[in-house]
């Protein structure tokens, strides 16, 4: 068996290289590149404050939100936030389009309970974002959403 001249070989390697490269930027268009926010460089700004209070929540004597799988429901309690609002947002790593942001009133407890049997099942981060006296809450809290 002969095998091509080097001049064919030569040829052979640029045109795999091309076609390989060619491959590669097709499959880079098809890929969905959606930001984790819209608002990533106002966050990025405000970096600081976040980590402060995500520290003051981690400060507090108790959890503020437990997902319980066997109900499929985030148990929220903020005793300190008795008369403010809460904010609870729920966040889609896959999908950007599936996130959204829950208005959590709580009772006079300081005690919510959020459904989350409508949301698709996977990976979820919860954030829940709340004020009190003055000081900013945040608590982060991963989700594995199964089917029952």
Known sequence: MTFPSWGWRIALVYTTFAVATLAFVAFAMTQNVDLVRQDYYEQSLRHDQTMAARQRAQTLDHQPARYDANRNVISISIPTAREHQAELRLYRPSSS??????????????????????????????????????HDYEYELPLQLVAQ
């Open 97 to 134: 389009t599936l996130d959204t942001t829950i208005i959590v009133s709580t009772d006079v407890d300081g005690n919510f309970r959020s459904d989350c049997s409508q949301l698709t099942l996977g990976v979820w981060t919860a954030t829940l974002r709340w004020t009190s006296n003055g």
